[in-house]
Structure formats: C-alpha cells, structure tokens
C-alpha cells in the first residue's frame, strides 16, 4: 500500500503514548488507512521513502497487545450491522422500517415523498427509489451526519443489536460489497467505507 505525503494514515500498532515523530518500517507494521478507532494511533505522512515512512504523530493512545480481527462484509452472523437489517426507524413523525427506508427519505424534504418511501416493500426497493429523487440542496454536506443519527437510533432503540456490535469489540468494521459503493463501504480493495467508519464511532461511544 503506497502512501503520498500529508496522507492521514491509521495504525493498529503500539507505539509510545507520546507526540513526536517516528520511523515506520512497512514491512514490518501493517498499515490500515480506512480505519477509524479512537483506540488507534492517527498519524500524517510527513516523509515516504522505499524503505520508511516518516509520521508525525497526531494523537496516540496504547492499543491492546492482541490480534487485529476484520469484519469484512455486513451478512450472515453480522447482517445486523446493514441498513437493510429490520429496525423501525422514526424521523419527524414518519416510521421507516430500516434505516435504508430513512436514509433515502431523508434525501427529499418533501414529506409525500418520505411516506411514499416508508411505505416501500423493502429497503432494495427505497434504494432504488432514492436513486431518482430530487436531492434537497445540502444534502452532500449533511449525508453522513443525517447517517449517524439513524445508525445511533437503530443501536440505541434496540439493546439487543447494542450489545451485539458492542460484541465485535475492536474489530475493523468494513462494509465489504460487489456494487461499486466505494463511498460508504469498499469495493475490489478500494473504498472509503464511511458506513464502517461511523459503526465503530458508536461502538466506541457505547463502550
């Protein structure tokens, strides 16, 4: 994995709990640049060489000395970390049985159109719906606040699915898919995986 200068790049590693710079052999470290874990040192690639990468530590807290375990798609046993998973969803007034069926909605501040989708059969069908909406002007500013919120809902309203993404513990949460999301999961190795990003801020939170 190559690394250009001013990359904010985020280690699962122990270094000294200390500001400061530091040497990192990339051969020696594995490096995850999508994961974001309050847990894990945060650092900026100030130098990038064959053989070192120079960092400047930008916060650093000591990561428990254990395996590093990746969730890689969001079915089977953890299909209760996808928007698709069943869990009624409230939004000024309106319920949405999945998170999918607000998330779309809320893509519209036309409330017709937000019962018209909460209404849907199932959250494939409120995707495609919110593929043909008419985009409320701040919708590409607020998206992924607008996502937090209903993901906090979903954890929050339903202790059982609290506890289970709680279960996951430390564990890289990454909503591994084969339709080329690669804003909110990572598709084919690339990906930004922003759904993954804020199920581990929550998990954190709740901790």
């Given amino acids: 994995m190559t690394f250009k200068i001013g990359d904010l790049v985020y280690l699962a590693c122990i270094l000294p709990d200390k500001k400061g710079d530091t040497n990192l052999c990339p051969n020696e470290i594995e490096i995850y640049k999508y994961v974001h874990n309050k ?26 000395n254990k395996i590093m375990t990746k969730i890689n798609s969001f079915d089977l046993k953890y299909r209760f970390l996808s928007n698709f998973y069943p869990s009624v969803i409230w939004v000024e007034g309106i319920s949405y049985p999945t998170v999918e069926h607000a998330y779309q909605a ?3 501040l036309d409330t017709s159109l937000r019962i018209e989708i909460s209404k849907l059969e199932s959250p494939g069908r409120a995707k495609r719906a919110g593929r043909i909406l008419l985009l409320r002007k701040d919708w590409e500013e607020i998206k992924i606040s607008v ?17 289970m993404l709680i279960n996951t513990e430390d564990s890289i949460l990454i909503e591994g898919n084969y339709w080329n999301d690669t804003f909110w999961g990572i598709c084919g190795g690339k990906g930004k995986n922003h759904l993954g990003i804020l199920l581990m801020d929550i998990r954190n939170e709740f901790k």
């Fill in 39 to 64: 847990q894990m040192i945060i650092i900026k690639v100030i130098e990038n060489d064959y053989y070192t990468i120079t960092c400047k530590l930008l916060k650093s807290k000591m990561y428990p």
């Fill in 106 to 108: 809320m893509k519209t």
């Fill in 147 to 163: 996502m937090k919120d209903l993901l906090y809902q979903k954890f929050t309203k339903y202790p059982e699915l609290k506890i």
